[in-house]
């Protein structure tokens, strides 16, 4: 079942049952948290706390007894509960404990897939994170970052085409999802 915190004195406007982030003010601000069931898009450059956002996201979800997934496509998983760990956040006791799966995909082995087959082998990736979170009545999604997931298209339809199906498969199983997506500043 879906924990939630919710505050009645400071969200009695808000008849939405929210999803506390766990990040200090950002609840506030948007009502309570997010939408259980939600997809949200954290963009920003290198370096801004994209990836910490995503850390403390989960562990919110964790400390409340949720079962939550990572999926990344940079860091393996041994770093990524280093860095969890530098904010005391124990993602390896949660992982031994079943309640979190981090999930790498590398992008490397994306970019030696034969481009005709890609659309294979993204499906599959796809069909991948939606068994295991369904199977494991995940929570809390995190991807980290989801633009790597179209590096290896030809145009923008075909990324905007294989996005859509990755959300909508992860949001179809009740999760709420929180990507990454790194955003470079114009320098005009």
């Not at 898009?41 to 370096?47: A, D, E, F």
């Amino acid at each position: 079942m879906l924990k939630t915190k919710h505050d009645e004195k400071e969200h009695k406007s808000s008849r939405i049952q929210r999803l506390q982030t766990g990040i200090p003010g950002l609840d506030r601000l948007i009502d309570g948290g997010f939408v259980p069931g939600s997809a949200i898009l954290i963009t920003g450059g290198p370096g801004v706390g994209k990836s910490i956002f995503c850390y403390q996201y989960l562990y919110e979800g964790l400390k409340d007894g949720e079962t939550c997934m990572f999926i990344s496509f940079e860091a393996p998983p041994e770093k990524i509960k280093n860095e969890a760990g530098d904010f005391g956040w124990d993602f390896e006791k949660h992982e031994k404990e079943g309640k979190l799966h981090i999930m790498h995909i590398d992008p490397t082995k994306l970019a030696e897939i034969d481009l005709s087959k890609y659309r294979d082998a993204t499906s599959t990736i796809i069909k991948d994170m939606q068994a295991k979170a369904t199977k494991m009545k995940i929570s809390r999604i995190a991807i980290d970052p989801v633009s790597v997931f179209g590096l290896f298209l030809d145009n923008k339809a075909q990324i905007r085409r294989r996005m859509y199906e990755m959300i909508q498969s992860l949001v179809a199983t009740g999760a709420t999802l929180v990507m990454t997506c790194e955003h470079h500043e114009s320098a005009a």
